[in-house]
């Protein structure tokens, strides 16, 4: 029976499946004989443990690796590169530098996901251990920073000052440390509190699955309330909201394409591609989408009138 904190289900069923990586070398240094199937060889192993349909590892009979998210990672660089630029130019903005942050952020996640998803490294190897581990430390920062941009709009603090900026960053470190650290706990087993699944195969971890899993979705959730109310019940606006409404939208197909099609497009292209690449262009026109949010609800310069009353 499948218990909260689980990752079997995960790591079978749903091809590219970043924190597998973790459980791969747990369960490669606690009980490798529950790695079966395509999970072996370690060298030629997709991403994954024991998964249905799988990339296999780059060079192995001719594979290239998860190469369509690679390429989809690679142009999504260029893309967060050129909001960072433009959300800059907007001096008088409300928001701009926290949500600045946020973009790095999320730029930041993009060579990581490229690594630890495209089927590069061997599974098992500590260097895609250590990836994964910092991996899952940004995304789970990338949400906190996603609900502190939506804490800043209401103007509770002030934006772009230490009152603003710094809770903003003490709260992102301790958000990385911890769930880089449960991550690595995970792959390495340094105890047996965090690390070790119990029964092995169940590959279990209940703070990585909160971090992972529970606390990006939450995070998300919250920062549209709060952004619907500042648009609608603060600024009494409407055209913004369908932003958040089509960014909303967004995200939520990139996670019913990675955690429902992707095995489906990975059997139909003989574990060519998968559906992660399409979930990556997803997630990115989601953060596009937020930046025409943003911009529709506040001022370039300050020449402007601004929406927020001082």
């Known amino acids: 029976m499948t218990r909260f904190g689980d990752f079997q289900t995960l790591c079978s069923q749903v091809p590219s499946y970043t924190w597998c990586n973790l459980?791969?070398?747990?369960?490669?240094?606690?009980?490798?004989?529950?790695?079966?199937?395509?999970?072996?060889?370690?060298?030629?192993?997709?991403?994954?443990?024991?998964?249905?349909?799988?990339?296999?590892?780059?060079?192995?009979?001719?594979?290239?690796?998860?190469?369509?998210?690679?390429?989809?990672?690679?142009?999504?660089?260029?893309?967060?590169?050129?909001?960072?630029?433009?959300?800059?130019?907007?001096?008088?903005?409300?928001?701009?530098?926290?949500?600045?942050?946020?973009?790095?952020?999320?730029?930041?996640?993009?060579?990581?996901?490229?690594?630890?998803?495209?089927?590069?490294?061997?599974?098992?190897?500590?260097?895609?251990?250590?990836?994964?581990?910092?991996?899952?430390?940004?995304?789970?920062?990338?949400?906190?920073?996603?609900?502190?941009?939506?804490?800043?709009?209401?103007?509770?603090?002030?934006?772009?000052?230490?009152?603003s900026i710094v809770p903003f960053s003490i709260i992102s470190v301790a958000f990385f440390a911890a769930t880089t650290y449960i991550s690595l706990d995970v792959g390495l087993t340094f105890t047996h509190v965090l690390g070790t699944s119990n029964p092995p195969q169940s590959i279990n971890s209940i703070p990585l699955f909160v971090f992972t899993s529970i606390w990006p979705g939450v995070a998300a959730l919250i920062y549209f309330g709060i952004m619907l109310y500042i648009v609608l019940g603060i600024l009494n606006e409407v055209r913004p909201v369908w932003y958040y409404v089509i960014a909303a939208i967004l995200f939520v197909l990139s996670q019913l394409d990675y955690f429902l099609l992707s095995k489906i497009i990975c059997r139909g292209s003989s574990m060519k591609v998968d559906g992660s690449f399409i979930a990556t262009i997803l997630e990115t026109a989601c953060v596009v989408t937020l930046y025409f949010a943003w911009r529709g609800i506040t001022e370039e310069d300050w020449d402007n009138d601004l929406y927020y009353p001082s």
Not at 96 to 120: C, D, H, K, M, N
Request: hydrophobic residues 50%; glycine residues 10%.
């Open 23 to 163: 459980f791969y070398r747990q369960l490669q240094t606690n009980d490798p004989a529950i790695l079966t199937g395509l999970s072996q060889p370690a060298a030629s192993a997709p991403v994954g443990v024991n998964p249905e349909c799988g990339i296999p590892k780059v060079n192995t009979n001719g594979s290239l690796g998860n190469i369509a998210n690679i390429v989809a990672c690679g142009l999504s660089l260029f893309v967060v590169g050129a909001l960072i630029y433009f959300t800059g130019r907007r001096k008088a903005a409300v928001g701009r530098v926290e949500l600045r942050i946020f973009f790095a952020l999320y730029l930041l996640t993009l060579p990581f996901q490229l690594i630890t998803t495209g089927s590069l490294l061997t599974q098992g190897s500590t260097a895609l251990v250590v990836l994964t581990a910092l991996h899952a430390g940004l995304v789970a920062t990338l949400f906190w920073t996603l609900l502190a941009n939506a804490i800043v709009a209401t103007q509770i603090v002030e934006d772009g000052t230490l009152s």
